[in-house]
């Protein structure tokens, strides 16, 4: 028998996806390969990868076929292949083991969130840090609105008796804060009296919702909860977008190649409003990567996103993504995006989330 007489597959063995054992064992070789050298990947080095086994002559047949159905190509006439987007989807869809942290990363994570505590904003932009240092591409942080946030507590803060600062504490961890003026002198004590009748009406209650406080019988005090109304709608108004936190912009450039598309890349980034839709659009068709053209956004034809959701008892409160090459090692980005989402919900769930 000679090398490249390697008896066929069993007709049984063929996946949903129309490609047998052998084929499927060589897509995942070429792939693993390509994804840690960026170099096309020849028939030589496939042939002796685990769960294929069989000779060169075999494997350049069959890599042949899976050019051919849209699997791989051969970027130069003597060069070995390399994957495709549909090869890249194939690869990630039939991912034999889910990616894991290595212990040292599980460590980083979990002393970050350790030590990390700040107001909301500051940890969600540390979160994006962390979460490029992981993976060492391009990392998104989105945070929660103010819409659905309820109010924890409710402080107004003399600054002087012309000047105080209302202080609002919501349940997704956030601080907001303005300063109001008044009109005539007002003292510690109004301000102190005020203070109790808004936290006894708010508490509990989001900043978008309808509220009308009934006058106390004290001018004055009607007066600070007036301006404390007025306040607390500014704020819902600016906390109608997203918070969008971008780590990691620096390892584009060892991400990518292309100078171009590092630039391209860069400038979506910036757009802030793209980046949220890009990621909720993701997630609402139930997927944790999009590949090329998947994500719908032709600028970024030559990325991949990974996306986790950021949740606690059972709400929505944000995403976490990476954006790399369309070769990105998609088991450690699906692994610490997973890990880092998960903990921030925990943490902006009110939870300790330690192990």
């Known amino acids: ?11 049984e063995s063929r996946s949903k996806d129309g490609l ?10 070429v792939v693993t390969e390509y994804i840690g050298t960026a170099e096309p990947v020849g028939s030589s080095h496939v042939a002796t990868a685990p769960g294929v086994q069989v000779s060169s002559a075999t494997v350049r047949s069959e890599m042949v076929a899976l050019e051919r159905e849209g699997y791989l190509v051969q970027p130069h006439t003597s060069a070995g292949r390399i994957p495709t ?9 039939h991912l034999t083991e889910p990616g894991v942290l290595g212990a040292a990363q599980h460590q980083q994570v979990s002393t970050f969130f350790e ?5 909301m904003e500051t940890m969600l932009e540390r979160a994006s840090g962390l979460l490029s240092e992981l993976t060492s591409y391009a990392a998104v942080v ?17 600054l002087s008796p012309w000047l105080a600062l ?13 300063t109001i003026e008044f009109d005539v002198e007002t003292g510690e004590d109004t301000l102190a009296r005020a203070g109790a009748v808004l936290c006894h009406q708010l508490i509990g209650h ?6 009308s406080i009934a006058s106390t019988g004290d001018a004055d005090v009607d007066r600070v909860i007036a301006a404390v109304g007025g306040a607390v709608e500014r704020m819902e108004g600016s906390g109608e977008t997203d918070h969008v936190f971008v780590g990691g912009n620096a390892r584009l450039a060892e991400s990518f190649e292309a100078v171009e598309t590092v630039r391209t890349v860069l400038s979506i980034l910036e757009q802030q409003l793209v980046v949220v839709t890009l990621l909720r659009d993701v997630l609402d068709r139930g997927l944790s990567v999009a590949i090329g053209t998947e994500h719908g956004y032709e600028p970024l034809s030559s990325c991949a996103v990974v996306v986790a959701p ?25 692994a610490a995006a997973h890990v880092v989402g998960e903990r921030l919900g925990q943490r902006l769930g009110g939870h300790d989330g330690r192990h």
Not at 20 to 29: D, S, V
Not at 169 to 176: K, P, T, Y
Not at 313 to 323: K, M, N, P, S
């Open 206 to 211: 989001t900043m978008s919702a309808s509220w």
């Open 142 to 158: 989105v945070g929660p609105s103010h819409e659905l946030a309820t109010i924890r507590s409710v402080q107004v803060v003399g």
């Open 310 to 334: 950021v949740s606690a008892d059972g709400q929505e409160l944000g995403a976490v993504g990476l954006l790399g090459p369309t070769r990105m090692d998609y088991q450690r980005a699906l």
């Open 1 to 11: 028998m000679t090398p490249s007489a390697d008896p066929a597959p069993p007709r």
């Open 20 to 29: 047998n054992a052998r084929r499927a064992a060589i897509l995942e070789a």
């Open 85 to 93: 987007d549909k090869g890249y989807r194939f690869f990630v869809d």
């Open 115 to 119: 030590q990390v505590h700040v107001e």
């Open 166 to 178: 209302v202080v609002v504490v919501l349940s997704d961890g956030a601080v907001e804060k303005r």
